[in-house]
Structures are given as C-alpha cells and as structure tokens.
C-alpha cells in the first residue's frame, strides 16, 4: 500500500474505486433485470453480446485517444459515459418504462467508456509510478476491482432482494459514484500526449498493430489474454443461472456467489503486489490460467453449493494473477508512446469474451450449463498451453544464440 503515497497514482485509485463499485454493482442489477425479463441464458449472453462488440470495434479508437490526447480529458469522457449508462436505466425503471432492447443499448454505451476507460488507465499508471513499481501498481489496481466485485455484487443482490424499488436504486446509485469519480479526475496531472505524427487515427492505429507484430513476444501475449479471456470469462454472464437453475439460490445468493470469485481474486491480488517483481512472470502467467481452466471444469461437476463457493475462490484468484502477470508484462515490454495501444489491443479480450458469451448462452440451453462450463476450461488450458509452448521455443533459441555466436 505505500504505492498509494505517489499522489497521483492515490487519484487514479480513488478514481478506480469510485467508478468499479458502481459498475460492477449495476452489472449485477442489468444481469438481474434481464433474467426477470426474458428467463434465458441466450438473453443474458446478448447483453454481453451488445457489450463485446461495441468493446471490440471502439477500444483500438480508445488506446489511440490514450496515446494521442491528454489522459485525463480521456479518462473524464469515459466516466461521464458510464454515468449515463446507468442513469438511463435507472430512470426507465423508475418510471416503469424498462426494456430488454434498453439493457442492451446501455451495454453498448458502456461498452465506449470502457473503451475509453481501460487503455487511458494503464497507460497513464505507467507514468505516474517508477518502472520498477508497475507491477506492485497493476496488482492494486485490479485488486481494487475485485473488492468492487466483493461489494457491489453483495450489496446489490441484498438490496434487490429486499426492497422492491432495490433495481433502480442500485443503477441509480452507480451513476452518483461515475459523477464522484469524474470529480475526482480533476487533481489528475494532464497526462503526457504523443507527439503529433501528422496521421489519421487510422494510421496511428495501424501503427500500433505493426508495432505489436514486429515484437513476438506482445504478440503472443495478446493473443493468450484474449484466448483465455474470451473463453473463460463469460462464467460472470452465467452467474444468475448457476445460482437458479444449479443450487436453487435466489438474488442474494447471486450476489453472494459472484462475490465470492471476486474474494480469490484479492487474496491472489495482495500476494502478487507484496511480492511481485519481473522473475518467473511467465511461469505465474502460465500456471494462473492453467488452474482457471481446471477451476471452471471443476466449477461444472460441482455437487453442491458449497463446493462451489469453494472453487468460486479458485476462480478468482487465478484469473487475478493472469490479468496481473499479463498486463505488467505488457507495459514492461512495449515502449512508452505505444501504450495505449498495446493496452487497446489487450481491452480486446474483454470485448471477445462478450461476444462469445451469446454463443456459449445458446450452447448451454443446447446441452446443459454444466457442459458449457466444462468446455470453456477445456478451452482456456488449451490457450494456455500455446502460449507456453510459443514462450518455451522462443526461451529455448533466445538461450541457443549466444552459443551459436
């Protein structure tokens, strides 16, 4: 926690505080709401559908404003969005005018200030803390997200459980928390801005995409964040079902097993920042995704709902220590004036799990919950097991050259 005395790097946590506790309480009233509406799993993909593909096609846009335009004017739009999203909501519950086609357009609109959000974020992080404190940094950051996964879910499915106007309090509620944490951008330095380069945003984007080409090693990084993401990740948008349809659980008991992932993920985050430095960094990354695959085909065959809060911790604390080891990495390697960029790319991920979550809703109406589960962890030891067989080869003759020389 000393990290915390660099004042900037303290704005841009409270900020994260701010906006994450609202976000991922409003998350679990969309998901909710969209349960209530429709009952399918199909439905409850499409909102992370809507979300995957406005995420996919805006945050290349947003890791160029990131590298381009002053990241705190960057970071204050992408706030400003998610207040909107969630005011909307909340006032077409209020007045009884609620829809499916709405959850989905404020998806979308979410969708952007993530886009916005997330490249702004990481590579404004790089320049307000020393190198070698990146990683300690990263870990806190995303830590901070868990406990908003910890709070928000719990609180939400409580508040929505027990009072009947719980819904549209709690989107409401998100949206004060966005305008909180907009106001607190302002103690924000400016934020450095690329030099201008005289191209188009398109340009600049395809400047980015050869940029990540000429080095393997983002690559290949990239890819496995992506793979592993959009694989496993979609276990969230399932969440109201495991807790209705396999334990007989009610909206606290949402609330409470999505919360419960997001416990693992602190306890993984907190090691990872206490001890944290750039050794065996692909050895954690491999093995943390290797055991949230394993977690989620263990998450299908659970017997009960003890044993499912059991592996819930699991989960958490794999993907954590993933998200961590990947994202360090990425900003260790790639140069300064690209890290918007690179972090746009890797934002990426969480677009493509969006979109492979409607498919995978269809698959589980198809075949059962259980099996979609057991194939999203065959899928994402699989992508792991690439990405440590590429690093292994590129090690392998990174350690042949000398002596051949």
């Not at 979300?51 to 996919?56: K, P, R, S, Y």
């Not at 206490?274 to 093995?287: D, E, F, G, K, M």
Request: aromatic share 8%; with cysteine.
């Amino acid at each position: 926690m000393a990290i915390l005395r660099i004042g900037g790097f303290l704005v841009l946590y409270l900020n994260a505080v701010a906006v994450f506790l609202g976000v991922m309480a409003q998350a679990i009233a969309r998901g909710w709401l969209a349960y209530e509406l429709t009952g399918s799993n199909a439905a409850l993909g499409g909102i992370l559908l809507a979300f995957g593909v406005a995420l996919l096609l805006a945050t290349p846009w947003g890791g160029v404003a990131a590298d381009r335009l002053p990241k705190r004017l960057v970071l204050q739009l992408s706030v400003l969005l998610l207040a909107v999203s969630s005011a909307w909501i909340g006032l077409a519950v209020v007045f009884d005018v609620i829809a499916y086609w709405m959850l989905v357009g404020a998806s979308v609109l979410q969708a952007v200030g993530f886009a916005l959000f997330g490249p702004a974020r990481m590579a404004f992080l790089a320049e307000l803390v020393p190198r070698a404190s990146v990683p300690q940094a990263v870990s806190l950051l995303l830590v901070n997200a868990e406990v908003s996964r910890v709070v928000g879910p719990a609180l939400a499915g409580v508040v929505i459980g027990s009072v009947a106007w719980g819904v549209e309090a709690v989107f409401l509620f998100s949206a004060v928390l966005a305008i909180v944490g907009m106001i607190l951008t302002a103690a924000l330095p400016v934020g450095r801005r690329g030099e201008a380069s005289g191209r188009s945003p398109l340009g600049e984007l395809a400047d980015g995409l050869h940029y990540v080409r000429r080095h393997p090693e983002l690559g290949a990084l990239v890819w496995c964040g992506i793979g592993v993401t959009m694989m496993g990740m979609p276990y969230l948008a399932f969440m109201p079902t495991i807790s209705g349809d396999l334990f007989g659980l009610g909206s606290v008991g949402y609330g409470v097993l999505s919360a419960t992932s997001a416990v693992g993920g602190v306890a993984a985050g907190l090691l990872l920042g206490r001890h944290s430095s750039w050794v065996r960094q692909t050895r954690i990354l491999v093995a943390s995704g290797a055991v949230f695959g394993i977690a989620l085909c263990s998450l299908a065959i659970a017997p009960n709902v003890y044993v499912a809060v059991a592996v819930l911790l699991a989960v958490g604390a794999a993907m954590l220590a993933f998200q961590t080891t990947n994202q360090s990495q990425l900003l260790a390697l790639s140069d300064t004036e690209f890290h918007g960029r690179v972090q746009g790319l890797v934002m990426l991920s969480f677009g493509a799990f969006g979109i492979a979550a409607l498919p995978l809703g269809l698959l589980a109406d198809v075949v059962g919950l259980r099996w979609t589960l057991a194939g999203m962890g065959a899928a994402v030891i699989a992508f792991v097991a690439g990405y440590a067989v590429v690093s292994r080869r590129r090690t392998t003759v990174t350690h042949r050259l000398p002596d051949l020389a």
